[in-house]
């Protein structure tokens, strides 16, 4: 089953093409610092980057050693990537002999307990951030907590939504539209997002330690070497079932169709409790283990290859958000690092997932059963454990077909877009993307993940070593490239006032927590 570009056919006969440039594209990247012995980092997030409660740019994830680089979302993508070349110069001004991993999978870790939970300080916000991530300890591990990816953000252009709205004749208000056709792509990645995991997937052999707090799975792999699982034809086992799955989740029924289905479906999950959850307790001798025995915590707990984002306000949950407010963007979550480049992501990738992202917008969209989506959740976990594999089959609603035969058809569905982004920028860089990514498509030994293992077979390293080795040189890079003068200083301004900001918010009067968590969960802390 093929959709069409139904839209892209309407909007090339209306001559108001162009409006498809402009987008803006926003990055946020994941790193976990490393110490000189080749260890997670066990140190204090560094005090000169700012507070991670309440910086912009740069916060931590789930762990203490886990950065979280955010750039601003921009029109043109080479601003987005310079932005974050200028965050990852400032961050190694303040690395004190650490340095950023730049593969996705850790390594360095002997154990669950050798990975800090993020501390956000005394205030009651910072207090809910740290015992939602102890929430996650409980219930997947730490050591999968510790998986690095990098987010693509991507809001449609403002002034082409009057233009498909009027195009498409809809029934609908311009808002209505607007979040319709945010589903629209969402689910079309859902069907198609595999592909990214081909072409990018940069996780195909992982550290034998990864597994020493879950012995058991690692006779699902083969061994590299003594040090080193993998499969063999794999692209991204970030994206496997021992990556970011897990069983309660496996079972959720998330309503992709509709803006209020998915809102009342995940709505659903944060409010229904689940008894394994509720045996961990989630007050016990004053202290708190989670935030609540629900089966998720938080919208965040949700793991999905895209979530549909709005901006929430100070104490707004964010389905409500949405419910609110609509889609404002969506965030794209299938990307891994990429170990090549010092900043994890090239401007070839950006341009790709880009044109990939309209064409998704552009292209029909029919409503997903519960079928489609069990059949898309097993392409995405086939190509991220064999994508690479000769005549690795897909399967669609009618019928199978090859990785090849459906990836072509995508990339010939994608060139009219990738022309008409080009001619607004008067050079031909989105095509060049998408012919690269065409000559993956037809030898797999030129993807990021072939090449890993090719290059740690060259140099007889383990995962670990090459990972380690290819970072340090990143790291010597960043430090003969120190930030200029005017970006360091509008840097540390950043990092100061977000220092201000926090101790603003702990002088404040707190109210007990367990009011606070009541008051959040209830929406009428404002």
Request: glycine share 6%; charged share 20%; hydrophobic share 40%.
């Amino acid at each position: 089953m093929t959709h069409v570009n139904n839209a892209l056919s309407r909007l090339l006969a209306s001559g108001h093409q162009d409006l498809l440039s402009g987008g803006l594209k926003g990055i946020e990247k994941e790193s976990l610092r490393i110490n000189k012995s080749g260890l997670i980092a066990q140190t204090d997030h560094p005090y000169g980057l700012g507070s991670a409660l309440t910086h912009p740019y740069i916060t931590t994830d789930y762990s203490e050693a886990l950065i979280e680089l955010i750039t601003p979302p921009f029109a043109d993508i080479d601003d987005t990537l310079a932005y974050m070349h200028n965050l990852h110069r400032f961050v190694y001004q303040h690395l004190d002999g650490e340095m950023l991993l730049g593969a996705s999978m850790p390594c360095g870790i002997s154990s669950d307990m050798d990975i800090r939970i993020a501390e956000y300080g005394s205030a009651n916000v910072g207090r809910m951030k740290h015992v939602y991530r102890h929430g996650l300890w409980h219930r997947y591990g730490r050591t999968m907590q510790a998986i690095a990816g990098i987010h693509f953000n991507y809001s449609v252009p403002e002034a082409l939504w009057p233009v498909l709205h009027q195009l498409a004749n809809s029934p609908l208000s311009l808002d209505e539209f607007i979040a319709a056709s945010y589903f629209g792509l969402i689910r079309n990645f859902q069907r198609i997002g595999w592909l990214i995991l081909y072409l990018f997937g940069a996780s195909p052999a992982i550290c034998k330690s990864f597994f020493n707090s879950r012995p058991e799975l690692r006779k699902q792999f083969q061994a590299f070497d003594g040090h080193t699982l993998y499969h063999p034809y794999a692209t991204s086992l970030r994206m496997s079932d021992i990556g970011y799955k897990s069983k309660n989740q496996a079972r959720l029924r998330i309503d992709y169709n509709t803006l209020s289905g998915y809102v009342d479906s995940l709505s659903s999950a944060i409010n229904t409790p689940y008894p394994e959850y509720e045996r961990l307790g989630v007050c016990v001798d004053g202290e708190y283990r989670q935030l609540n025995s629900n089966i998720l915590q938080i919208e965040n707990e949700f793991y999905s290859i895209m979530r549909p984002k709005q901006i929430a306000q100070s104490c707004e949950k964010p389905t409500l958000a949405l419910k609110r407010r609509g889609v404002r963007y969506v965030e794209m979550r299938a990307l891994d690092l990429d170990l090549s480049n010092p900043i994890g992501v090239n401007g070839d990738s950006a341009r790709f997932i880009e044109a990939l992202l309209l064409h998704c917008l552009l292209t029909d969209s029919p409503e997903m059963t519960l079928m489609e989506q069990q059949i898309n959740n097993g392409n995405q976990l086939a190509v991220a454990n064999e994508g690479r594999r000769p005549d690795v089959m897909l399967a669609r609603p009618d019928g199978g077909i090859s990785l090849h035969d459906w990836a072509s058809e995508i990339i010939a569905a994608m060139q009219p877009i990738c022309v008409i982004l080009d001619k607004q920028k008067g050079n031909d860089a989105y095509q060049q993307a998408l012919i690269n990514q065409q000559q993956r498509i037809a030898d797999p030994s030129l993807t990021p993940s072939a090449q890993m293992l090719a290059n740690m077979g060259k140099l007889s390293q383990a995962f670990a070593g090459f990972a380690l080795d290819t970072s340090a040189s990143h790291a010597a890079y960043f430090r003969q490239h120190p930030l200029d003068a005017d970006n360091n200083r509008a840097f540390s301004e950043a990092a100061a006032a977000s220092h201000a900001k926090q101790r603003e918010l702990e002088n404040q009067e707190q109210l007990p927590f367990d009011e606070f968590l009541h008051r959040y969960f209830t929406q009428t802390c404002r």
